[in-house]
């Protein structure tokens, strides 16, 4: 079935780095894609969203990238600090009346 | 505002007993989702509500889980009897939908940790 998966399962970045976590989707009707983070013993927290109309969308020191043609969703993360560390999901809506689907996440930690 | 709430915490149980998992949604929030997360399946949807009524309830594993909604500040998932594989940690979410049933942000709760012995 279609579903929402990441590429990689951990990412160690050094603290002031730029961190890039990745996710790819294969269902084609998704049009609204969403970035979350939990931190642990926590629910998740939206990071940043986009619709499919885009391809880019910044925050602050959060970006996210959406190519269409390949289906990738990447999540930027500008000059990664301690409190970055978490795990990361995406997540895809394919339309009305639907839920989001979460990729499995990805562990990111950054070391100091 | 508080955000979603959920009680309790933290549950341990022993196999066979009821657990009762409580949620009070953000106030003027449409939409109401229960998560399950686990470590082999990450998270998986279980049931989600619009407007109190319940839309989609594939996810619910088997008759033992049971979700209710009987007000838009209030839902509860049930599971009778708990078994050993349910244990997990179940998350409650609210969101606006849209006018066309649109999902947009979901606001998680901080999760009930369940333990089945």
């Known amino acids: 079935g279609e579903s929402v998966g990441l590429h990689l399962p951990t990412l160690s970045v050094q603290e002031g780095d730029n961190s890039i976590i990745n996710c790819a989707y294969s269902n084609s009707a998704s049009d609204y894609f969403i970035w979350y983070k939990q931190e642990s013993g926590k629910g998740p927290q939206f990071i940043i969203d986009?619709?499919?109309?885009?391809d880019k969308r910044q925050g602050q020191r959060v970006t996210v990238l959406l190519n269409k043609t390949v289906k990738h969703l990447s999540l930027q993360i500008a000059a990664t600090q301690p409190g970055d560390s978490a795990v990361y999901f995406c997540a895809e809506n394919a339309g009305s009346a639907r839920q989001l689907t979460f990729g499995s996440g990805t562990q990111l930690t950054v070391l100091p | 505002d508080a955000g979603v709430i959920q009680s309790p915490r933290h549950e341990v149980t022993e196999m066979g007993q009821e657990v009762t998992l409580r949620c009070k949604p953000i106030?003027?929030?449409?939409?109401l989702f229960w998560y399950r997360q686990t470590m082999m399946r990450g998270l998986e949807l279980l049931i989600y509500?619009?407007?109190?009524?319940?839309?989609?309830d594939s996810g619910m594993p088997e008759d033992r889980f049971s979700a209710k909604m009987p007000n838009a500040s209030f839902s509860t998932l049930k599971i009778q009897p708990s078994e050993p594989r349910d244990s997990a940690v179940y998350f409650c979410?609210?969101?606006?939908?849209?006018?066309?049933?649109?999902?947009?942000?979901?606001?998680f709760g901080e999760g009930s940790r369940l333990t089945v012995l």
């Open positions: 106030s003027g929030h449409n939409s």
């Open positions: 986009i619709r499919s109309n885009m």
């Open positions: 509500f619009n407007n109190n009524v319940p839309i989609d």
């Open positions: 979410a609210s969101s606006l939908l849209g006018l066309a049933g649109q999902t947009g942000e979901l606001f």
